[in-house]
T-cell receptor, first 115, second 109 residues
């Protein structure tokens, strides 16, 4: 069983730039969620993708966008980076179905620093 | 408002002592409650969920709807229990998890 993998592990960007983070979901999972974890905080829901469409979004502005591909991998894109975007970005995959009770499986995260 | 509160940032106990990590929630509806754990240099992983009603690594958690709590308990702490613990809820039929700010548990020898 292959777990959730994220790349890169660390990234440093300048304010105003754009960034793309990548995630490969756990084998057998069809749903990917992204979370932002600021220092000293718990993960905060950004959005979720299922069947290549966004099917849920948290309280994040439109400059946070994403994609899901046919192989269920996913990207998180952030435009016009701000200093407050500095955080650990976590990808989590799960299996969505009629029961909808499969728990989240997390990757190790990407540490983004905006200077 | 939907919210998960973990009042303790840090909890230190001695090995063999009982441990209780507190979690209170605010949610209008029937949430599912979870405890996630992050050991040093490992990823965040599920510890247990209230619907399973099981004991994992000696930990248990009971959902108290009257007090809107889901405290995590273990009668005898072990050094390997030292980790960051996050309480989380998910609304039934929804996809969004709401996490607390976490409690760091340190088990002292």
């Amino acid at each position: 069983e292959t777990g959730v993998t994220q790349s890169p592990t660390h990234l440093i960007k300048t304010r105003g730039q754009q960034v793309t983070l990548r995630c490969s979901s756990q084998s057998g999972h069809n749903t990917v969620s992204w979370y932002q974890q600021a220092l000293g905080q718990g993960p905060q829901f950004i959005f979720q993708y299922y069947r290549e469409e966004e099917n849920g979004r948290g309280n994040f502005p439109p400059r946070f966008s994403g994609l899901q591909f046919p192989n269920y991998s996913s990207e998180l894109n952030v435009n016009a980076l701000e200093l407050d975007d500095s955080a650990l970005y976590l990808c989590a995959s799960t299996l969505s179905g009629s029961n909808n009770n499969s728990p989240l499986h997390f990757g190790n995260g990407t540490r983004l620093t905006v200077t | 408002a939907q919210r998960v509160t973990q009042p303790e940032k840090l909890l230190s106990v001695f090995k063999g002592a009982p441990v209780e990590l507190k979690c209170n929630y605010s949610y209008s509806g029937s949430p599912e409650l979870f405890w996630y754990v992050q050991y040093s240099r490992q990823r965040l992983q599920l510890l247990l969920r209230h619907i399973s009603r099981e004991s994992i690594k000696g930990f248990t958690a009971d959902l108290n709807k009257g007090e809107t709590s889901f405290h995590l308990k273990k009668p005898f702490a072990q050094e390997e229990d030292s980790a960051m613990y996050y309480c989380a809820l998910k609304g039934s039929g929804t996809y969004k998890y709401i996490f607390g700010t976490g409690t760091r548990l340190k088990v002292l020898a």
